[in-house]
């Protein structure tokens, strides 16, 4: 708790002048607590929110965000994966509720008014004793029977839906809203989804509307898109799985609010280097961002002002003509077969060392075209870099959902043409200017480009995305960089939509052959 007074403190003092501008976001870093029992974890962890709620007021948040799985649901998972399906079923049932079906404040619900105890009824009366708007993460239990429909999907067999849920209450301590996990990973044998798009919005006592996504939800057009134009800003509740060194939720983050309007609030988990990064992101850029790789685990806020949206300008363009010639890969490309975490094939080129001059190369897999534009490099160290191209299919074991990475890479690895860069490198090398464009990635990608600082750190970009016809045209741009980077990435992600469609996808282009890789990868790749 003192950890998060003295970082709420420190940002209210950088950012307290800009507060006519906008309003105030405390959003939690939160690493839940377990218990002896689903129940009890559930119930400890929603009775420690109380302290956090009271701080991020008196420090004049607006709202008040808590990440996916805040009370605990999460953390059982893994446990659950030795019992029969019933069993744990009625074990995520121990630690959920009914939550009403509201929204945008329709009809008017008061948990807080409750002469029964439930969590529902303790975040309400948290929202009104703290005149908060307040978000949480929870389990929604919705009762049906056989035959029965809801939300386009069938009841299950135990009589019962069960959704992974972010649920939304006002100042007054009505339920605003909820909003359920559109798409799942490692949950998805004992949580429900639907095919259909349920977006949930709503208007604040602070004048701002806002919408929400959930976790791998970032990852897809449909449910990353769904509130463009709707919404003023959206809040991301997440337990985020990093996977080091292409998928970083900070970066994701930072590119996801380069490329949509509005403001993006990012609650997360802080359980350490592999779960851990949030805070507020504004146009591309991080206003206030944690992350701390030497972390184990922490209970924290990110306290910042966030400005109203029509204020911003959004950096990304998709209307912006092609950069980069589409064909075939040029003749003095030297790529070759790789490699990569032991997993993911691909064709790499290494980087040679070239001093200040400039230098392009070049790598393709097939539709995927990467080429890397550098000078000034320094690379004291002799270490190995190289420049990945890769399509990546995933087909998730336990789900019908099947999805595909398109993928350029500049990295550091420990050899070459077997690389082995699964761990998170140090390094010493420092290219000046460096440019990376793609082309050849699916129409329906949800893109981010990015560049991972020392430590997992936001590093500052000037990005540009270009769309021609059916493929994706992509750049990054950095210029006069002047401390190391650890990658610099570009790739997107598309579904194959349900049920799974042919490996030749909708632009027109050839889908390589499938690499199956299947449970354990997803659940790491996505929280």
Not at 39 to 62: K, P, S
Not at 126 to 155: E, F, H, N, W
Request: charged share 15%.
């Amino acid at each position: 708790k003192m950890e998060a007074a003295v970082l709420a403190f420190l940002l209210c003092v950088c950012s307290c002048g800009e507060r006519a501008h906008g309003y105030r976001a405390a959003v939690m870093q939160w690493t839940p607590a377990a218990g002896n029992t689903p129940a009890e974890t559930a119930a400890a962890n929603v009775a420690d929110y109380e302290a956090y709620v009271a701080e991020a007021a008196t420090a004049g948040a607006d709202v008040v965000i808590f990440p996916e799985g805040s009370n605990g649901f999460l953390l059982w998972l893994h446990s659950l994966y030795t019992l029969d399906w019933a069993t744990a079923r009625d074990e995520l049932v121990s630690m959920g509720e009914v939550i009403p079906e509201v929204a945008n404040g329709a009809p008017a619900v008061v948990p807080c008014n409750s002469t029964s105890s439930s969590q529902l009824k303790a975040l309400s009366c948290y929202a009104r004793t703290y005149a908060v708007t307040l978000v949480s993460g929870m389990v929604d239990i919705v009762p049906c029977t056989k035959g029965q429909q809801y939300q386009g999907l069938a009841c299950r067999d135990d009589n019962r839906l069960l959704f992974n849920t972010a649920v939304v209450f006002g100042p007054d301590g009505a339920i605003l809203t909820k909003y359920h996990k559109r798409h799942l990973s490692g949950e998805v044998d004992y949580f429900d989804h639907t095919w259909e798009l349920h977006p949930a919005s709503f208007d604040t006592a602070f004048g701002v509307k806002l919408g929400i996504i959930i976790c791998q939800d970032i990852s897809f057009q449909d449910t990353s898109s769904q509130y463009d134009g709707l919404v003023d800003d959206v809040i991301f509740v997440t337990q985020f799985s990093n996977f080091p060194d292409v998928y970083f939720v900070g970066q994701l983050a930072q590119a996801w609010s380069w490329q949509h309007p509005g403001n993006f609030l990012v609650a997360n988990s802080a359980a350490g280097y592999w779960a851990m990064g949030g805070g507020v992101f504004l146009g591309g850029e991080a206003a206030d961002f944690y992350f701390n790789a030497s972390a184990q685990s922490a209970r924290l806020m990110v306290l910042a002002n966030v400005p109203l949206s029509s204020s911003l300008v959004v950096s990304g363009s998709r209307d912006a003509p092609p950069m980069h010639p589409v064909g075939q890969i040029p003749q003095e490309a030297h790529d070759e077969d790789c490699l990569l975490f032991g997993l993911v094939n691909g064709r790499c080129t290494m980087l040679p060392a070239i001093g200040a001059s400039s230098k392009t190369v070049f790598a393709s897999y097939g539709p995927i075209l990467c080429s890397f534009q550098y000078s000034g490099f320094q690379n004291p160290g002799n270490e190995t870099w190289i420049l990945l191209a890769s399509q990546l299919p995933l087909v998730d074991s336990h789900d019908d959902e099947h999805f595909e990475f398109d993928l350029c890479l500049v990295l550091r690895c420990d050899g070459y043409p077997t690389t082995d860069c699964a761990v998170y490198w140090d390094t010493e090398t420092v290219f000046e200017t460096f440019s990376l464009i793609a082309t050849g990635f699916d129409k329906t990608d949800e893109l981010f480009p990015y560049v991972t600082g020392e430590d997992a750190q936001i590093v500052s970009l000037k990005q540009h995305i270009a769309i021609a016809g059916n493929l994706k045209q992509v750049s990054n741009r950095q210029q006069a960089n002047v401390q190391p980077f650890y990658n610099y990435a570009v790739f997107g992600v598309h579904p194959y939509t349900s049920p799974a469609q042919s490996t030749t996808d909708k632009a027109g282009a050839v889908t390589p052959a499938l690499l199956t890789v299947v449970g354990m990868l997803a659940g790491l790749l996505f929280g």
